[in-house]
C-alpha cells in the first residue's frame, strides 16, 4: 500500500492544474481500491456548500455544478464530524439525501474521509460500491492516510489555481501569512531562487518561440559542458566503465532524445522551463512504469539532467535581474544573506513561505524596521517574480497585482502610518517616565545590523543585549582575539559610558556557523549557547579574553551567559571567566584588567527555581522571553505549523514573568528583559506592572515604547495586570489590553489596515 500511496501522491503533484489533479487522484484511488465511485467535494466557504469536483462513476455532468449544503447528506456530516463514515448501506442512515442529479441511486456501500489541512476542512473524499458492505479497517486506513498526505497538495494545488485564475482576469489574489515585523509595504516581488524542483515552476506560455527556443539551447550548451568537467574531475579516480555514465547522459541531452520533444512544447506555445517540465516529467513517468529494474532506475537520470538543465535556464534568468526600487523580498527561507545583497534603501518588505515570526530571521527584518510576514501558503515562488504586490504586516495579509483602487488606500494607510511614526520620532530624545514619575531603563537588542546600529546611542540608555554570535556568522572561520576585541572595543567605545551587555557566544537552534555546522534531530533542545563554548574551552576563553581586553579604560562592559540551566554552568563559566583574567593579567601587568559584571540569561524553565542560588553567584539576569515562551509552552518558535501557539501573553508565561520580578526583588538580584515582548507596546505595560524597570528592545521599538509609557500611570499598569493574570487564555489577556490601551488615548496603534478591508 505505501508503494500505491507514493505513486497516486507524486502522479498528482505532477498535474499542471487542479482540474487535471483532482481526476487523476480520483481515477487513481478508484483504481487503488478497486471500488466502482470515487468523488472528491471541495468546500466552498462562500456559498456555505460543497462542490463536486472530480468523479469517478457518478454523473460527469455534475461536476462543478454539484452543490451540497455544509450541514447536508453524508458528505456534510463527515465535514462536521471532521471524521471518517464507514456503512454498508449509505440510503439507510438519517443523513442520507438523493441527489438525482449525480445518478448515484446503484451505489451502497459508502466510506467518506475529510480532507483537512491546517485545521480548515479543504473537502471530502467519497468512495462507493454497489456491493452492500463495510470498508476493511485496511481500506478505511489508507483512505485516511492518503487525505492526510495530499491535504497539503490540493491545498497547494488550488492556491495555484486561484493565482491562475485571478491573474487571467485581473483579479487581486490574497494569500494569508503569519505578521512578523509590523508595517505595510507597496512594491515588487523580487524572488530569491528557491532549491529547484519542477514542482516549484508554474506552466506559463510565452509567445517567443525564438528567444525560448535560445535559452532551452544555452543551458543545454551548460548542461554538457558541466558534464565534461565532471567526467575530466573524476577520470584519474574512478574505473573507466564507470565514466561511460557520462556518455548516455549527453546522448540523453542530444536533439534526438530531449531536444526534439522540448522543441514540439515550445511550438505549442509554453516557455522554456515549462516545456522541460512537460517532457521530463512525462519521461519520469514512463520510465517508472516500467517493470524492468535497470529501465526503471533510468528515471532518477533522466530527472537528474532534468533540474540540471532546470537550474541554467533559471540561473541565466536571473543572472542580470536587477533588485526593483521598492523590493519585496520573497524566499522559500529567509536568511541574514539575503537581505544583506539588497542596495541599501531598495528592501521595502520580505515574505518568508516557511519558518515563523519568532524566528532569529524574523527577529532581523523587526531590527531593520521591514514589514515581514511568515508563513504564507506553499506556492510556486517563482510564478510571484515581478508582480506588484502589497504587504500588510498587521493583517498578515499578501496582496498579488493589487487593483488601482487598494494600492491607492494603502497608500494613504501608509501615509497615516508614516505620521504616526513622525510623533514616536519627535519624542525619542526624551526620557522614558510614566505620568506618575517611574523611570524606565530602555536599552537596544543590538548585534544584528552590524554597520548602522552605532547611531542608536542618543535615543536608548545603552545595549542591553549585544549578539555576539552575528560577527561569527559573517565570517568564514572562527574569528581571532585580536579580531574580536577590535571588534567589541568599537561597541564598548560607541555606547561609552552608557552599559553594554555582551552576551557570550549563542549558535545551535536557528543559528548556525557554516564553518561550524551542528546537525541534531531536536536542536532547540540541544547542543547550543552556553552547552557548545563549554564543551569548547578554548573559544569561550578567546572570546572572554578579547571582551576584557576591549573594555580596558572604558569599564562599560557586562557579560550574559546563555541557556543556562543549571548551577554547573554557571560555576564552570565563572571558573573560565577568572581564569581568563588572571592568565590576561599575567601577560600585560601594566594593564588595569577590570572584573566586569556577569549574569545569566533567563530561557530554560529550569533556571527560574534556581534563582535563590544563582544569586549569590551572578551580578544580574535578564530575561529572554522568546525562548522561554518556547520551551514553557513547547512550541518550537521557527516552526510555521505551530506558529499560533507561540504566545507570550499566555497566562503561564505571564505567571512565570511574575515571579521571576518576585524572585529576583527578594533576593535583591538585578533583573531585566531582553525578548521581543519588551518591544511591545502591550507586553511593556505588563512588565512594568510586575516590576521590570529595565527593557531591552529592537531600535524600531523604542520610541514607539517610550512615547506609550510617558502617557501612563504605573498604578493603572498594575491594576490590568491583576486581571491579566487571572484571564484562562492568551486571546482573553490580549482583550483586556487592548481595551486598557483604547481607554487611555492610545488606540490609533492598533488601527491596522485590516479593519478597513471587507
Not at 543572472?319 to 541599501?344: F, N
Not at 560607541?494 to 552599559?499: D, G
Request: with cysteine.
Amino acid at each position: 500500500m505505501l508503494a500505491t500511496l507514493r505513486s497516486i501522491a507524486e502522479a498528482v503533484s505532477q498535474q499542471a492544474d487542479l482540474n487535471s489533479a483532482l481526476g487523476c487522484f480520483v481515477q487513481m484511488v478508484k483504481d487503488a481500491m478497486q471500488t466502482q465511485c470515487c468523488s472528491i467535494y471541495f468546500a466552498d466557504y462562500s456559498q456555505d456548500n460543497f462542490v463536486l469536483m472530480a468523479t469517478q462513476g457518478l454523473n460527469p455532468d455534475a461536476v462543478g455544478k454539484f452543490r451540497i449544503g455544509f450541514t447536508e447528506g453524508l458528505v456534510g456530516l463527515v465535514a462536521q464530524r471532521e471524521e471518517p463514515i464507514n456503512i454498508a448501506f449509505a440510503k439507510s442512515h438519517p443523513r442520507f439525501k438523493l441527489s438525482p442529479e449525480v445518478n448515484e441511486e446503484g451505489y451502497n456501500a459508502f466510506l467518506s474521509v475529510p480532507v483537512v489541512h491546517q485545521k480548515k476542512v479543504l473537502g471530502v473524499i467519497v468512495v462507493q460500491q454497489k456491493l452492500a458492505r463495510v470498508f476493511s479497517p485496511d481500506e478505511e486506513s489508507f483512505l485516511i492516510t492518503l487525505s492526510a498526505q495530499l491535504a497539503s497538495q490540493l491545498a497547494h494545488a488550488e492556491i495555484k489555481e486561484i493565482l491562475r485564475v485571478d491573474e487571467f482576469s485581473h483579479q487581486t489574489s490574497v494569500l494569508k501569512g503569519v505578521s512578523s515585523a509590523p508595517g505595510i509595504a507597496i512594491g515588487e516581488a523580487f524572488v530569491v531562487i528557491p532549491k529547484l524542483d519542477f514542482s516549484s515552476i508554474e506552466l506559463q506560455k510565452d509567445d517567443d518561440v525564438s528567444t525560448q527556443r535560445k535559452l532551452f539551447t544555452q543551458a543545454v550548451a551548460a548542461t554538457r559542458n558541466e558534464f565534461n568537467t565532471l567526467s575530466m574531475t573524476l577520470s584519474d579516480s574512478i574505473p573507466q566503465e564507470a565514466l561511460a555514465v557520462f556518455d548516455v547522459y549527453q546522448q540523453l541531452l542530444d536533439a534526438k532524445s530531449l531536444g526534439q520533444n522540448v522543441e514540439a512544447q515550445l511550438q505549442q506555445g509554453w516557455n522554456a522551463k515549462s516545456a522541460l517540465k512537460i517532457v521530463i516529467e512525462k519521461l519520469v513517468t514512463q520510465f517508472n512504469a516500467m517493470q524492468d529494474p535497470y529501465i526503471k532506475e533510468r528515471a532518477v537520470d533522466v530527472k537528474d539532467i532534468g533540474l540540471r538543465v532546470l537550474h541554467h535556464l533559471v540561473n541565466t534568468e536571473h543572472a542580470a535581474k536587477p533588485y526593483p526600487k521598492d523590493t519585496i523580498l520573497i524566499a522559500g527561507t529567509l536568511t541574514p544573506a539575503m537581505l544583506a545583497e539588497v542596495p541599501k534603501g531598495h528592501l521595502a518588505g520580505v515574505v518568508s513561505v516557511n519558518g515563523a515570526a519568532n524566528s532569529h530571521a524574523s527577529i532581523l527584518t523587526r531590527a531593520m524596521g521591514i514589514p515581514a510576514i511568515w508563513g504564507i501558503e506553499d506556492v510556486p515562488l517563482l510564478q510571484f517574480e515581478g508582480k506588484q504586490m502589497i504587504l500588510d504586516a498587521y493583517a498578515g495579509r499578501l496582496y498579488i497585482s493589487p487593483s488601482q483602487m487598494l494600492q491607492e488606500e494603502y497608500s494613504q494607510l501608509k501615509y497615516q502610518e508614516a505620521l504616526l511614526n513622525d510623533r514616536f520620532v519627535a519624542e525619542q530624545n526624551l526620557d522614558a517616565i510614566t505620568k506618575d514619575g517611574e523611570h524606565i531603563s530602555l536599552l537596544l537588542n543590538a548585534g544584528l545590523e552590524l554597520n548602522t546600529e552605532h547611531d542608536n546611542k542618543p535615543f536608548c540608555d545603552g545595549v542591553g543585549l549585544y549578539r555576539t554570535e552575528a560577527w561569527f556568522m559573517q565570517k568564514g572561520q572562527f574569528p581571532s582575539q585580536s579580531e574580536q576585541e577590535s571588534w567589541y572595543r568599537e561597541v564598548l567605545t560607541s555606547y561609552h559610558p552608557n552599559p553594554v551587555v555582551m552576551r557570550t557566544l549563542d549558535i545551535g537552534g536557528d543559528k548556525v556557523l557554516d564553518y561550524f555546522n551542528i546537525t541534531e534531530e531536536n536542536p532547540f533542545l540541544g547542543w547550543r549557547g552556553i552547552r557548545v563554548t563549554l564543551d569548547h574551552p578554548e573559544l569561550f576563553l578567546d572570546q572572554l579574553k578579547a571582551m576584557l581586553k576591549a573594555n580596558i579604560g572604558l569599564g562599560n562592559l557586562k557579560i550574559m551567559l546563555p541557556m543556562i540551566s543549571g548551577s554547573e554552568e554557571v560555576d564552570e563559566s565563572l571558573k573560565l571567566l577568572e581564569q581568563a583574567y588572571f592568565e590576561l593579567s599575567e601577560q600585560y601587568p601594566e594593564q588595569a584588567i577590570e572584573r566586569p559584571e556577569i549574569g545569566v540569561m533567563l530561557e530554560v524553565p529550569s533556571s527560574v527555581f534556581m534563582l535563590e542560588e544563582w544569586s549569590q553567584k551572578v551580578d544580574f539576569c535578564s530575561v529572554g522571553s522568546n525562548d522561554l515562551t518556547q520551551y514553557m509552552l513547547a512550541v518550537d518558535r521557527s516552526n510555521a505549523r505551530v506558529a499560533e501557539l507561540f504566545n507570550p501573553y499566555h497566562p503561564s508565561v505571564l505567571r512565570v514573568l511574575l515571579k521571576i520580578a518576585q524572585e529576583c526583588q527578594q533576593h535583591e538580584l538585578p533583573f531585566s528583559l531582553c525578548g521581543e515582548l519588551g518591544g511591545d507596546p502591550e507586553g511593556a505595560l505588563l512588565l512594568i506592572a510586575m516590576g521590570y524597570r529595565s527593557l531591552s528592545m529592537n531600535y524600531a521599538s523604542i520610541s514607539k515604547i517610550k512615547f506609550v509609557l510617558r502617557r501612563l500611570n504605573v498604578s493603572d499598569m498594575e491594576k490590568l495586570l491583576a486581571e491579566c493574570l487571572l484571564q484562562p487564555t492568551a486571546k482573553h489577556v490580549l482583550r483586556l489590553t487592548r481595551n486598557f490601551m483604547i481607554e487611555h488615548q492610545l488606540g490609533e496603534l492598533f488601527y491596522t489596515p485590516s479593519q478597513g478591508q471587507s
